[in-house]
């Protein structure tokens, strides 16, 4: 069972910024693809940025150029560093494990934290 604790969301204005971490407890971190997942109210949740654990990243058409997602292994440690945050980002942010050890998938997720940006 992996835990992943949260931490950084807050109340930013619109051109802010905000770095948000998530602190695994599994000793065997870097085997997982890590991932930071929205939702706003109203919306679907959303697969913002993801790093998998050869370094590859992936991230959403509306966050490119401005979010960074990242990895420290030995912290067992995921950051998004969010810049230029616009009205639009404000959301529930997630941050998700997940191993494929085929057939199957293990997937966990942290207790989610606000970002919330005013205009």
């Known amino acids: 069972q992996v835990q992943l604790v949260e931490s950084g969301g807050g109340l930013v204005q619109a051109g802010g910024s905000l770095r948000l971490s998530c602190v695994a407890s599994e000793s065997i971190f870097t085997t997982y693809d890590m991932g930071w997942f929205r939702q706003a109210p109203g919306k679907q949740r959303e697969l913002v940025a993801r790093?998998?654990?050869?370094?590859?990243?992936y991230y959403t058409d509306s966050v490119k150029g401005r979010f960074t997602i990242s990895r420290d292994n030995a912290k067992k440690t995921v950051y998004l560093q969010m810049n230029s945050l616009k009205p639009e980002d404000t959301a529930v942010y997630s941050c998700?494990?997940?191993?494929?050890?085929?057939?199957?998938?293990?997937?966990?997720w942290g207790q989610g934290t606000q970002v919330t940006v005013s205009s």
């Open positions: 998700n494990a997940r191993r494929v050890q085929f057939p199957t998938t293990y997937e966990y």
């Open positions: 790093i998998f654990s050869g370094g590859r990243t």
